[in-house]
């Protein structure tokens, strides 16, 4: 069974900072590529942040200079480290595995950023 569980949200003020963490079972993880997503109240889910298998990364231009998307293989985890944060990153973070036709998601976790 595929889980993939989200931890590390919750309320901080503006420019503070949070590390989310994605720990994923079920899968071979070094063959997945390793996303975070984000939606926020009344808007689409939108891509933030993605780690390729070989470790690349890319960044939505929201959100760049201040995530920091890493993955630790060995842990089968994957990390958003997120500083100078604002208010209109309040949404709820899902973390995303992908390889060839295969998709999972975890159940997501709330950041809260108050101004």
């Known amino acids: 069974q595929v889980q993939l569980v989200e931890s590390g949200g919750g309320l901080v003020q503006a420019g503070g900072s949070l590390r989310l963490s994605c720990a994923a079972s079920?899968?071979?993880?070094?063959?997945?590529?390793m996303d975070w997503y984000r939606q926020a109240p009344g808007k689409q889910r939108e891509l933030v942040a993605t780690?390729?298998?070989?470790?690349?990364?890319n960044y939505a231009d929201s959100v760049k200079g201040r995530f920091t998307i890493s993955r630790d293989n060995a842990k089968n985890t994957v990390y958003l480290q997120m500083n100078s944060l604002r208010p209109e990153d309040t949404a709820v973070y899902y973390c995303?595995?992908?390889?060839?036709?295969?998709?999972?998601w975890g159940q997501g976790t709330q950041v809260t950023v108050s101004s």
């Open positions: 780690a390729t298998r070989d470790g690349s990364t």
């Open positions: 995303n595995a992908s390889w060839s036709t295969l998709d999972y």
């Open positions: 079920g899968i071979t993880f070094s063959l997945y590529a």
